[in-house]
């Protein structure tokens, strides 16, 4: 019962991050690209890592997230292109 108490405040806390960023920010693509990456939605978090990118393209972090993304989907020739 105790875990399942752990699990629901720590998406709580998840959620309430991301949706009170900007939706039109780098930040807030990069952070819901990085939850949906714990989640292991790989290609969730590549359309948003994408998008984050394209807001602000000097973002290493966003870069690499999405290697690693990339390298989970079996898509190593993009994962080269972002290390």
């Known amino acids: 019962?105790?875990?399942n108490q752990t699990r629901a405040i720590f998406f709580f806390v998840v959620i309430f991050i991301i949706s009170s960023c900007n939706q039109?920010?780098?930040?807030?693509?990069f952070k819901n690209?990085?939850?949906k990456y714990n989640l292991k939605d790989y290609t969730g978090?590549?359309?948003d890592l994408d998008q984050a990118?394209?807001?602000k393209d000097d973002q290493a972090e966003a870069y690499y997230c999405r290697a690693i993304c990339?390298?989970?989907?079996?898509e190593p020739d993009k994962a080269l292109?972002?290390?």
């Open 81 to 83: 292109l972002d290390f």
């Open 33 to 35: 690209g990085l939850a």
């Open 53 to 55: 990118i394209s807001l």
């Open 70 to 74: 990339f390298i989970e989907t079996n």
């Open 24 to 29: 039109k920010s780098p930040t807030y693509h």
């Open 1 to 3: 019962m105790k875990h």
């Open 45 to 47: 978090a590549i359309k």
